[in-house]
């Protein structure tokens, strides 16, 4: 049977040879199902000025692109989603701004969406629908006989929080238009679950009554190409530009971050736990370097660029208070690399801190203890990787004090016990395969 999956970006770049796909995240997770069944990728974003149906080089993928006019684009992307859900979901509630305008662009991209995937169907079908678009699968069932998959790749909110919109109950109501809805933890799974009682659903186990119909909640969760983390982690070259980085590093301990430049990843908080950790243990001091990289990200919202000013200034006083001749202390990447070039950092390191404040699941987590040959992962409880990771030291990451003394300990972690956790972490991250991912969740789909 035919797939057709929908997702708010398509997952190719373009290139001067063409389209090419993208790697990471979403686009290795799916495109390999999509290329065995032959399907349809429908997507906005960077495509909705461009042509209509695309075929990649060298992909059985077919690219089908949603128009939405650059005003529409601006309040569902930028606005409903970015400013809206985004916080909401992981628990910003003062940045949550309740605009109606930017509602009712995301109802108009919602319904273009719907019918875009309505004139692609073909009869037996199976639609599979990512993030962002909670009213397409109730807007999908009113116009095609398809069944219908969800997958929410960030945190469901506790059902208290999620109220706080005005628009909860329909967001709900389409949400439930899907056969099955999945997310990558458990306690989403419960959140959501409870959200639906709220709103006067029938809830039995993992079930939720809407008419005549069960829809499903399950966990899925997300990882990553083992496969490939486990070749860039052999891969001699990649070897020795980690030991370059060692030497640059200057230090005999390298602590790294990767995240994307987003609030959600605690990069400020992260730095200020560092300088604690160099104010309470002086000892540190000369001995250990920390870099960490930003990827440039939604650098069209305010709140994006505010933080950029406020992580530009603490890198600033960190530098300027322990900043010597023969030591610096911080390195701070602004910029994107590829998988290779991260890989390398990855090998390099010796304990990676990966704090976001909330975190849907966060591959970086799992990409640094699947490469690194025996460093330590020091991992945030509000991520959802913590649910699974269990190995990793986990830390609380609001509390400055407490994550300085894990960077401590992290430090001076012993051999045997650093092997211990990272094979048992790694045996855990080998379970969550991204390969089985996609099947996984369209072998429940489709079986229900
Ligand atoms: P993200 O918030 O983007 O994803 P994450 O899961 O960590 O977060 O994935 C980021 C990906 O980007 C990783 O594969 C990483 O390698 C890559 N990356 C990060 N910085 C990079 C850089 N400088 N250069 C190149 N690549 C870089 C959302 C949710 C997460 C959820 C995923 C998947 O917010 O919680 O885990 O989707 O569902």
Known sequence: MGLIIVANRAPFRLTPEGLVPAVGGLATALLPVLERRHGVWVAAGEWREKGQAATPRESQVRLEQVFLPEKEWQGYYGGFSNRVLWPLCHYFLERVELRRDFYQDYQRANR???????????????????????????????????????????PWPSSGVFRILPWGRALVEGVLGADLIGFHTPEYVENFLRTAAHYGYRVEENRVRVGERWVR????????????????????????????????????RLILGVDRLD??????????????????????????????????????????????????????????????????PLRYFYQTYTQEELAAFYRAADVALITPLRDGMNLVAMEYAYTTED???????????????????LVNPYDLDGMAQALDRALRMPGGERRERLSALKARIEALDVQGWAERFLASLEEG
């Open 263 to 328: 609030y959600t990843k605690g990069i400020l908080e992260r730095l200020l736990a560092y300088e604690r950790l160099l104010q309470s243990y002086p000892q540190w001091r000369g001995r250990v370097a920390f870099f960490q990289i930003a990827t440039p990200s939604r650098t069209s919202v305010h709140a994006y660029r505010e933080l950029k000013r406020r992580v530009d200034e603490v890198v600033g006083r960190i530098m300027g208070s322990f900043l010597r001749e023969d030591w610096v």
């Open 217 to 252: 909640v399950e966990a899925h969760p997300l990882g990553i190409d083992t496969g490939r983390f486990g070749e860039l982690a052999q891969d001699p070259h990649i070897g020795l530009h980690a030991r370059a980085l060692k030497r640059l590093a200057g230090a005999e």
């Open 375 to 393: 460093g330590v992962l020091v991992l945030s409880n509000l991520a959802g990787a913590a649910e699974y990771l269990k190995e990793a030291l």
């Open 112 to 154: 273009r969406f719907a019918e875009r995937v309505a004139e692609v169907f073909r009869e037996g079908d199976t639609v599979f629908v990512q993030d962002y678009h909670l009213l397409l699968p109730r807007l999908l069932r009113e116009r095609i006989p398809a069944k219908i998959g969800f997958f929410f790749h960030i």
